[in-house]
């Protein structure tokens, strides 16, 4: 009886933790993720470099010391779960820092950490100068969204005491992200707290690491069947992240960034969609429809939400459309063409153009 009520007990406690889902109790399975890093050259996934994060507005996050081919690039996540360098948190003296949020494009999809725009950005600014030393953070994770992005400077990149904020903005920040949790079904023929006591034993003596339960995203297709983007419809949108998708999100994202960033005196650069050529869709909210009836594109309606915040704003789409008059380049010659990416030359562009804009605005020490 004193065992079958502590088993009772245990599954009411258990089930209790999975509904208010605040770590998620439950796993998809569990996975040796040192034997990932025992071999570099192996082919990952995005899902095989992230974990689940406590954070609701976060929701994933890299894994720290990941190593693989990822896009067919060699990826290494950081001891602090970034793509890039050990910084120290305790930021140096004599020392300028910029940290970096974003999503894909600022990650560098397909291309190497060095060739990255950041990257480009650090060597440039330390080239350039002889006594203050230039850290330029990336944290930025493949999939985010504009609140993802400010949530992570909240809790992760306002640690390490930046000067400077580089937001990466896309058109495809209003959507939800890749991954979302999975939110749990429960049944009656199944034990969840069995199966957590038996989780935790394996975890103790093979030293293994719990993959977090997260699924793909929902998302919509084109006419003829394909992947077209994540949802951001809200009738689509499941209820509890409703509040990260859509362009109210971007709106309370963006003042959320400038009311952060301005009482701790740190400026803002927002690195605009490359694509300025790509037109707002009409979207559905609640049971309305709205749609626009201009032409009007994801650039100049997110400069539209900013108007009177303390930003300052940078259009890539100047800096390649010059390189390709120069050099008689065409765009495709400037993306990863598997994965519709900036490239490393494309990188090299913005990498430029940020480090000329942050020079002519008296952006830098």
């Known amino acids: 009886m004193t065992i079958f009520l502590f088993f009772l007990i245990g599954e009411l406690i258990t089930r209790a933790f999975l509904y208010f889902d605040k770590e998620n109790l439950e796993?998809?399975?569990?996975?040796?993720?040192?034997?990932?890093?025992?071999?570099?050259?192996?082919?990952?996934?995005?899902?095989?470099?992230i974990k689940l994060s406590k954070n609701r507005k976060i929701i994933y996050e890299l894994r720290p010391n990941v190593t693989g081919v990822y896009t067919k690039k060699n990826v290494k996540i950081n001891s602090r779960g970034l793509r890039d360098y050990e910084y120290t948190l305790e930021k140096p003296s004599n020392t300028f820092r910029i940290v970096g949020i974003g999503d894909s494009i600022m990650f560098g999809l397909g291309i190497d950490l060095e060739d990255t725009f950041l990257k480009v950005?650090?060597?440039?600014?330390?080239?350039?100068?002889?006594?203050?030393?230039?850290?330029?953070?990336?944290?930025?994770?493949?999939?985010?969204?504009?609140?993802?992005?400010?949530?992570?400077?909240?809790?992760?990149?306002?640690?390490?005491?930046?000067?400077?904020?580089?937001?990466?903005?896309?058109?495809?920040?209003?959507?939800?992200?890749?991954?979302?949790?999975n939110k749990i079904k429960f049944r009656l023929d199944k034990s969840y707290f069995y199966d957590f006591i038996l989780q935790r034993i394996s975890h103790l003596r093979q030293k293994e690491d719990l993959k977090a339960r997260l699924i793909g995203s929902p998302f919509r297709?084109?006419?003829?069947?394909?992947?077209?983007?994540?949802?951001?419809?809200?009738?689509?949108?499941?209820?509890?992240?409703?509040?990260?998708?859509?362009?109210?999100?971007?709106?309370?994202?963006?003042?959320?960034?400038?009311?952060?960033?301005?009482?701790?005196?740190?400026?803002?650069?927002?690195?605009?969609?490359?694509?300025?050529?790509?037109?707002?869709?009409?979207y559905i909210r609640n049971n309305d429809y709205y749609g626009y009836s201009e032409k009007v594109t994801y650039n100049q309606e997110v400069k539209k939400h900013?108007?009177?915040?303390?930003?300052?704003?940078?259009?890539?789409?100047?800096?390649?459309?010059?390189?390709?008059?120069?050099?008689?380049?065409?765009?495709?010659?400037l993306i990863v063409s598997e994965i519709d990416h900036p490239n490393e030359r494309f990188n090299q562009i913005i990498g430029n153009q940020l480090f000329n804009f942050l020079v002519e605005n008296n952006l830098v020490g």
């Open 27 to 49: 796993y998809i399975h569990i996975e040796k993720y040192d034997e990932i890093n025992k071999y570099p050259d192996k082919e990952v996934s995005l899902i095989e470099i």
């Open 306 to 333: 900013a108007k009177g915040y303390k930003f300052y704003w940078l259009d890539p789409f100047f800096g390649f459309s010059e390189y390709m008059n120069k050099n008689n380049a065409t765009f495709s010659d």
């Open 221 to 282: 297709v084109d006419e003829n069947g394909s992947f077209y983007e994540y949802e951001s419809e809200l009738l689509n949108v499941p209820p509890e992240y409703k509040d990260l998708v859509g362009w109210d999100s971007i709106k309370r994202a963006l003042k959320d960034l400038n009311d952060f960033t301005s009482k701790k005196d740190i400026k803002v650069i927002v690195l605009l969609d490359y694509s300025d050529n790509e037109i707002i869709e009409p």
């Open 121 to 181: 950005l650090e060597r440039k600014l330390n080239e350039n100068s002889n006594s203050i030393k230039y850290e330029v953070v990336n944290f930025a994770v493949p999939g985010y969204n504009t609140v993802m992005e400010v949530e992570t400077l909240k809790e992760k990149a306002i640690k390490y005491n930046p000067d400077l904020v580089i937001l990466s903005f896309s058109s495809n920040d209003m959507h939800l992200p890749n991954f979302i949790k």
